[in-house]
Every structure is written in structure tokens, then in C-alpha cells.
């Protein structure tokens, strides 16, 4: 497709839940990035893959929050456990490389709601 | 660390009236900025961005944002607010050249425009 495209659009789940929200980045884009947007709170960057490199993971909240990349393209996040306060919007982006002057490329997210 | 503060949460104008967006940053390298816009139920766009080239940007629909080094602020204006204007505009920073892609967000101001 022409963006970058995340499933599912809404996922509601039961706490103690594990959870996985897919990423489809825009093709050739070799940084990803994931972004959670709670009410309030702004964005908060979660996770950073930049091409091959050892991913950025400095914002992840807690262990129970992994994501992975395969082939350089797709992305996975991945949450086990959830809680409450997991329930977000879960915003993915690409960008055409890693330059600090790339503009970003942001999906429509996946809405989280932890009952 | 890098950081981003936007002061006020939400800001209402009249329609025709100024638009001014407040964002003052903290690095500690020469950054870059950004601003970028979520219209209702759309995702982030980018509306212009600061990389070290002219200290007034302009950007899309008739926003421009001055980098002021001395204010550490990249404040965002338009001289005549639109009713299509009406969105949540958020303030980021990246480190500047040499530094990598990574964009800190701060909490974003919702714009309401009205008759």
C-alpha cells in the first residue's frame, strides 16, 4: 500500500492478556518507529529500528513490552500481561532512512482497551 | 536528554483570528524541530520542520514556526485561523546533524476554532 498500515484498528482484551499489533511499514523505508498515545499524555516513543542496527528500545515500559522486526520490514509489538493501563493508541511510523531530518510516515494506530 | 514542552493543552481562537502555538525544547545537541498535525480521526502529518537552514519555516496550509535559539522555543503561527484548522498539533524534537532519527514528542495542543 501507499502508508504505512497497523492491525487491528481496535483490539479490546481482557487484562492478564497477551496482545501482538502489527505494523506494515511503507516499502523501503528502513527506520520504524513505535509510538504509544495515551489521553493527555502526548506521544511517548516507545521502540526504534534503524535498518540492521540493534534497536533503540530506551522507551519501553516494562518488560512485558517487546517488538521485533523481520526481514526489515514488518514489525510486531508485542505486550504479555496487559493492564489497564496499557490501553492506548499504538502508533507506528517509517521513514525513509535514519536521517535526523526524515520526516515521518505515521499509521492511523490501534486502539488498545485493557478491561 | 532531549525534551518538549507545549504550554497549553488546548487553545481557542476565533475564526480569522492569530494562531499562536507555543513549544519550547531542550537538547543537548543543535536539534532539529518539527511540528506535526492529527486531524480528527486522521493520522500525524507533517506541517514543517526546522534543520538548521533559514530560522523561519514555513509549512502547509499557512503555518510557520520560527527556531529562536536564545528562547530555545519553535513556536507555531498563522495569521488567520480556518475552521479546518481545528485539530491537535504536536511539537517534536530530533537530535540535529550526526545525531539519529529519533523524535521526542511533547504532549500536543488541541486547536478549537470557532465562528
Known amino acids: 500500500g501507499a502508508g504505512v498500515s497497523q492491525s487491528p484498528s481496535n483490539k479490546v482484551t481482557e487484562k492478564g492478556k497477551d496482545v501482538e499489533l502489527r505494523c506494515d511499514p511503507i516499502?523501503?523505508?528502513?527506520?520504524l518507529y513505535w509510538y504509544r498515545q495515551s489521553l493527555g499524555q502526548g506521544l511517548e516513543f516507545l521502540i526504534y529500528?534503524?535498518?540492521?542496527?540493534?534497536?533503540?528500545k530506551s522507551g519501553l515500559p516494562s518488560d512485558r513490552f517487546s517488538a521485533e522486526r523481520t526481514g526489515g520490514s514488518v514489525s510486531t509489538l508485542t505486550i504479555q500481561r496487559t493492564q489497564q493501563e496499557d490501553s492506548a493508541v499504538y502508533l507506528c511510523?517509517?521513514?525513509?532512512?535514519?536521517?535526523?531530518?526524515?520526516?515521518?510516515?505515521f499509521g492511523s494506530g490501534t486502539q488498545l482497551s485493557v478491561l | 536528554a532531549q525534551s518538549v514542552t507545549q504550554l497549553g493543552s488546548h487553545v481557542s481562537v476565533s475564526e480569522g483570528a492569530l494562531v499562536l502555538l507555543r513549544c519550547n525544547y531542550s537538547?543537548?545537541?543543535?536539534?532539529?524541530l518539527f511540528w506535526y498535525v492529527q486531524y480528527p480521526n486522521q493520522g500525524l502529518q507533517l506541517l514543517l520542520k526546522?534543520?538548521?537552514?533559514?530560522?523561519l519555516v514555513k509549512g502547509i496550509n499557512g503555518f510557520e514556526a520560527e527556531f529562536k535559539k536564545s528562547e530555545t522555543s519553535f513556536h507555531l503561527t498563522k495569521p488567520s485561523a480556518h475552521m479546518s484548522d481545528a485539530a491537535e498539533y504536536f511539537c517534536?524534537?530530533?537530535?540535529?546533524?550526526?545525531?539519529?532519527?529519533?523524535?521526542?514528542f511533547g504532549a500536543g495542543t488541541r486547536l478549537a476554532v470557532h465562528p
Open positions: 526546522y534543520t538548521s537552514a533559514a530560522t
Open positions: 517534536a524534537v530530533s537530535d540535529g546533524p550526526g545525531g539519529y532519527n529519533k523524535l521526542i
Open positions: 511510523a517509517s521513514s525513509l532512512n535514519y536521517a535526523t531530518n526524515e520526516k515521518l510516515f
Open positions: 529500528f534503524q535498518g540492521n542496527s540493534a534497536p533503540d
Open positions: 516499502s523501503g523505508h528502513t527506520a
Open positions: 537538547s543537548s545537541v543543535p536539534p532539529y
